[in-house]
Each structure stands twice: as C-alpha cells, then as structure tokens.
C-alpha cells in the first residue's frame, strides 16, 4: 500500500455513502442479499472488522473468545493495524481472514463477501454512520462503535436502511452494562423509584492529550474538536439514563436546549506542550471547554447531560449518573442510593447493600468473565447480545432507534448553541412506534 490516508482523507472519500436523496438513500440489499446465510454451513457465525486500532483491536480480542463465531475478513488502512489483527486470528488456530487495506474505501469489498455475516465496525466516529449504511445494504448485520453518526441525516439513514434491509443494528454502548447501572436498571424496572422525573448524566474527562498526535498534527478526535461545537460524545453518559427512562420503549425525547462555554482548555494545552510558536498552537479550535443541554421528555422528564473532555482535571473522573424518582434517588458519586420506605430518614445507603436484591441476572452468571474486561466488566456483554439478537431474530438491546436517538444529542447540541441556546425540537426516530412497544 502507499502512503497511509489521512482520517480526514477517509472521512471524505466515505461520505458519498450517504449523499443520496432522502427517497432513496435506504433503497438497501436485493432481496437475495437480505435472505443472505446467517452462518455458514457449520453453525458459525462470520465477523468482518473494519478498522483495527486500538479499540477494534480489543473488540477483536473478546470475539476471538466466544465460541461458534469466526472473523473471516480484516479491513484497515493501517498495514501494522492490519498485520496485527491478521495474527491475532491464525494464533488462535483459524484460517487466515481475507485483508482489505488498499485505500478508504476498500471496505466496501469486505462487505461485498460472501463469507461476512456481521461487520464490527471501530473506525474514527464520523465514518461509523456511512459504513454502517452501506453494510446493512450489502446484508451484513453491524455492530457500531459509539457515537453511531454525527448528523440528523446520518441518523435518519441508519434507521430507514435498517428498516429496509431487515439486519440487525445494535450499537456498542458499554456503559449501559457496567455492573451499578445495570442494577439501578434493574430497580427501576421494578418499581423502586416509581415514576421517575429527572436524571442527570455527564462525561467530564481529560482528554487533550489524544487530540493531537506526536508533531502537533490533529487526531480525527482534535480534527472534531477544531470543526465542531456542542456535546461531541454523548452516547457513554446518555446510554444508561435513556435505558432507565424508557426512551423509545415508554417514552421519548421531546426537546433540547444546550449552552456552552467559550474554548480555552484545548489551546491552551496546545501551546504548554508543543510551544507558542509551533503550529498547534495556532489552531483555533470550535468547541467549548464544557457543552451541558436539558433535554425534555414526553412523559414531562427532564435530563440533564454534560460534555467536557477538554477542561483541566484529575482522572477518573469520567461518568457520572444520578435518577430522581418518586420513591427513590440515585447518585452514582459513592454510588449512594435513598429509598423512601426503606432507608433511614435523610439517610444515604450504599448501592451494594441492595445488590444481593437487585444485581441484574447477567452480572449473577457472568460475573467472573465479565470482571476481566475493561469498563468495569461492560466490554463483556454487548457483542454476546449482537451475536444473540442475530440468532434468534430478537431486538438489539441497543438498536438502530436507540443508536439514531443518543447520537443525535451531538448535532442537536450544536443547532441548540447556534440559535443562541433556543430549544430545538428532537426528532422521534420510531415515527411514533415508541407508544406500542414494550419497555
């Protein structure tokens, strides 16, 4: 291969995926292709990777765990990337996988084979949304790294062409599997903090370092920050709060108002590290130092959501979670829990102490294997749920609504920022089913 492509370069060479008309963009999968074999003739299920970096990579690690699955293609622009990956297979005794590295759009030949059931898709985000649609339209089932698109028309695109290709979608959202939130989930489930009224969510996390590379040059992550305004990472935060609320099963999300505050963080950093007069210092970056956004549900629920990975601060600090209810509150800080019956007055209690009550039945099965992924055991489950909703035709647990709805927080954050903080309207990716499903 010659020269490696800028992220930017792929970025560029990628979004023709979705510059289609609305009509026709989710035209999707002959029906050959959508009654493609789920497995080949053993029972196995067949991966593609698209992007082995060091995120793809660990996916790569985990699936290479499960049994009845096997990766028969690898695609990434990176050769070492590649060559990494490509051993990562043949050492555990499986035949070589098919390699595409020949440019950004050398994907769409990974998805093009016969031999790929499911993509797993970990390249830099803003590429998630156009190799997703064009996966689903070659009739591979994809499982997305987060956030799973970056624009209104990305999202509406996930959804109409997995409507018209009938794939299974699921986004990779671990935060919604750590081990406490799965218990409040659990909780609410069943009746502990009756109606809810308010949640809060944030991701406050110091990471100026990875937006720039060795020289000064931007990652796609700085590339995001110079370009773009408002919450630019929304779906770790928002995950486990939407699932507790019910958000496209029992309610949506109506509005959104953001503000944010002006950029100092970033460039400031740029010029302690790299010095005042190198290039880096000189970018001007477009988002702010802390995006935060209230969000207005259906059912008169309000959430409050912040992003900030730029301001200068301590790890680990890095999600944050709390739930009002009638009958119960929630504080992930100490990871507190007050319920009303229950509790001594004005009383926290630690969440634990109800854990034998309310642990959620994965983590009671799971719980050794689990405990040694990363995020708190989180990276254990989401692929093992994609591999189970293809197997018995069941709904993602994550899905394209889910997917379309946390993502959207990140263009609709920055239409909120430049109305001069005015309330946008947020659209209902379910086109009103959310009222007939269940939670």
């Known amino acids: 291969m010659g020269a490696i492509l800028t992220r930017r370069e792929m970025v560029c060479a990628t979004a023709a995926a979705l510059t289609v008309p609305a009509a026709s963009r989710a035209a999707g999968a002959s029906e050959k292709s959508k009654q493609s074999a789920e497995t080949d003739a053993s029972g196995v299920l067949r991966f593609g990777f698209i992007g082995v970096g060091g995120r793809g990579t660990y996916l790569l690690r985990l699936l290479l765990q499960i049994p009845n699955v096997r990766v028969t293609a690898v695609c990434d622009i990176n050769e070492a990337n590649l060559n990494r990956a490509l051993k990562m297979a043949t050492d555990k ?82 935060m919604c599997y750590m081990r406490p939130n799965m218990q409040i989930l659990t909780m609410v489930q ?40 408002g919450n630019l990472y929304p779906t770790h935060q928002f995950g486990p709060v939407a699932q507790w609320l019910g958000i496209n099963r029992t309610d949506r999300l109506v509005s959104l108002v953001a ?52 301001s200068a601060r301590p790890h680990p600090t890095t999600n944050y979670y709390a739930l009002q209810g009638a009958s119960a509150s929630y504080d992930s800080d100490g990871q507190k829990i ?50 189970h909703a293809i197997r018995t035709g ?8 889910d997917a379309a709805t946390w993502s959207a927080i ?11 903080n005015q309330p946008v309207e947020v659209p209902d990716f379910t086109r009103g089913q959310w009222k007939n499903w269940k939670a």
């Open 410 to 420: 990140m263009p609709l954050t920055a239409a909120s920022i430049q109305a001069k």
């Open 259 to 310: 503000m944010t505050t002006r950029q100092m963080a970033l460039e400031r950093y740029a010029a302690n590290r790299f010095g005042k007069d190198h290039p880096a210092a000189k970018i001007k970056f477009a988002v702010g130092d802390s995006t935060s956004a209230l969000i207005q549900t259906a059912n008169g629920v309000v959430i409050d959501i912040r992003y900030d990975t730029l």
């Open 93 to 174: 005794g499986e035949p070589r996988p098919a390699a595409f590295s020949k440019g950004p759009t050398d994907y769409r030949r990974l998805c093009a084979l016969d031999i790929v059931d499911a993509v797993v898709i970990a390249t830099p985000v803003p590429l998630h949304a156009p190799m997703a649609v064009e996966a689903m339209r070659a009739g591979k089932h994809v499982f997305s790294e987060v956030a799973a698109a970056t624009t209104l028309d990305d999202c509406w695109a996930l959804v109409e062409t997995k409507e018209k290709t009938g794939r299974t979608y699921m986004m990779a959202e671990n």
């Open 394 to 401: 069941a709904r993602a647990p994550v899905d394209v609504y």
């Open 338 to 387: 007050w319920i009303e019956g229950r509790s001594k007055e004005n009383t926290w209690e630690t969440l634990d102490k109800y854990a034998e009550e309310f642990d959620h039945p994965m983590w009671r099965e799971y719980e050794s294997d689990a405990a040694k992924t990363q995020h708190g055991g989180g990276d254990f489950f989401p692929l093992r749920e994609f591999i």
């Open 190 to 229: 069943r009746g502990v903090f009756g109606e809810c009224t308010y949640a809060e969510c944030g991701y406050v996390h110091d990471c100026r370092n990875i937006k720039f590379n060795a020289d000064g040059t931007l990652t796609w992550r700085g590339e995001m920050a110079r370009d773009m305004i």
